[in-house]
């Protein structure tokens, strides 16, 4: 991504440096695909920094953690107050705020800047996501928007997000919704294979169909193009390919960061789990061989359960959204953001993983009301699951009859059903954490934020423990 980057700034007018530790690396990219454009290679920090103009604009394409604050460290030493130092790798956002607190107290500028696109991004315009240091804003501007996808006429897909390391949340955020979208298609897949025997021509020919509607995306149009590839033997790649999922852990982060706002991001969640349970191929093999599921059988209409399909899909992935923007919502309120939702989804609608026509529906909705604390109470959201949510419990009965796991969509779903209830079974919950442990709990006949204790043993006493938090 780092090359492909270059080359997009080099070929929007801007002169680039670059530095990379090994100077083969260097050389080769110099004379190779750098070749006749605005592009110099450096042998060394030093060189690097003496080649660029004040203010110094030096952006890190590096692993994140500790080799980040390793070049850091390296760096500050070298610069002039006022010089910018921008992270476009995957940080986690808290390491972001730190690093800008710190390089502001040393009079630098420190941007994290979230990049989504992968390679093919990098070159051809991606989604940038840049937080830290406002006063960089405008010494950055125009090179990342001049290298940005596009949209809706020539509209960048980068803005400012915000303060500290809000850009690398925000980017967190894409990622664990990506995680999502990718293992809803995958259960969609799995359903179209195990439950209807579909041949990979066969799911392709939907895949195509549905690139070109409600459901059109960057993920869609790649798993329709995946199913149509072919190894030398004519046979599909994708069978010849081993069921065991890697991550590198960006949906992590952003599971720990919900647990910690109390925030449900259960779809995404239950994406990342899924992963793990993937990696455990050995034992799945075994155990395959040990536990018993029912037969599978399918003998409704095929192609009224393939548009069931296609409905569940785009419902849960309209509540895997609302989950992120929660989690957005969430962490803007901790840690004092303040974030343009409807931006944010302008910046995702080009050159990042989860682009796609429902965006600009996000967009929509938080245009017309900034302060919607759920998607799913726009107007047009409410009433497009309220219209596809029958199918959506159609495919999970199926599935569910007949054994095939379906994790994020069942969460979807379930996240749906609690969130649309007026009451919930917590009141039990409660009186069981009273019961064992004197936690308390309020009542529905008394004011909010009033607690009691019930001695429901009669050995109890009146004693009560601390007050639960919720």
Known sequence: MGENLALNMAGKGFAVSVFDASREKVEKFVSGRGQGKMIHGCSSVQELISSLELPRKIMLMIPAGKPVDEIIEALSALLDAGDIVIDGGNSHFSDTSRRARMLEGQGLLYVGAGVSGGEEGALLGPSIMPGGSAAAWQSVRPIFQAIAAKVDGGVACCDWIGE??????????????????????CEVYDVMKTLLGMTADEMHAVFKEWSEGALKSYLIEITRDILAARDDDGLPVLDKILDKAGQKGTGKWAVATALDAAA???????????????????????????????????????????????????????????????????????????????????????????????????????????????????????????????????????????????????????????????????????????????????????????????????????????????
């Not at 980017?171 to 809803?184: A, F, R, S, T």
């Open 164 to 185: 500290e390391g809000s850009g690398h949340f925000v980017k967190m955020v894409h990622n664990g919704i990506e995680y999502g979208d990718m293992q809803l298609i």
């Open 264 to 470: 449900p991001l259960t779809l995404i969640t239950e994406a990342v789990f899924s992963r793990v349970l993937s990696s455990m191929k050995d034992e799945r093999v075994l155990a395959a061989s040990v536990l018993k599921g029912p037969a599978v059988h399918f003998s409704g209409n095929r192609r009224a359960f393939i548009d069931d399909l296609g409905k569940a899909l785009f419902t849960a992935k309209i509540i895997s959204y609302a989950q992120g923007y929660q989690l957005m919502r969430a962490a803007a309120t901790d840690f004092g953001w303040k974030l343009n939702y409807g931006g944010i989804a302008l910046m995702w609608r080009g050159g990042c993983i989860i682009r796609s026509v429902l965006l600009a529906k996000i967009k929509d909705a938080f245009d017309l009301n900034p302060e919607l604390a759920n998607l799913l109470m726009d107007p047009f959201f409410t009433e497009s699951v309220a219209q596809s949510q029958l199918s959506l419990r159609a495919v999970l009965g199926a599935a569910i009859a007949n054994g095939i796991p379906t994790p994020a969509m069942s969460s979807a779903l379930a996240y749906y059903d609690g969130y649309r209830s007026a009451s919930l079974p917590a009141n039990l919950l409660q009186a069981q954490r009273d019961y064992f442990g004197a936690h308390q709990y309020e009542r529905v006949d008394m004011p909010r934020g009033t607690y009691f204790h019930f001695n429901w043993t009669g050995r109890g006493g009146e004693t009560a423990s601390t007050v639960y938090s919720g």
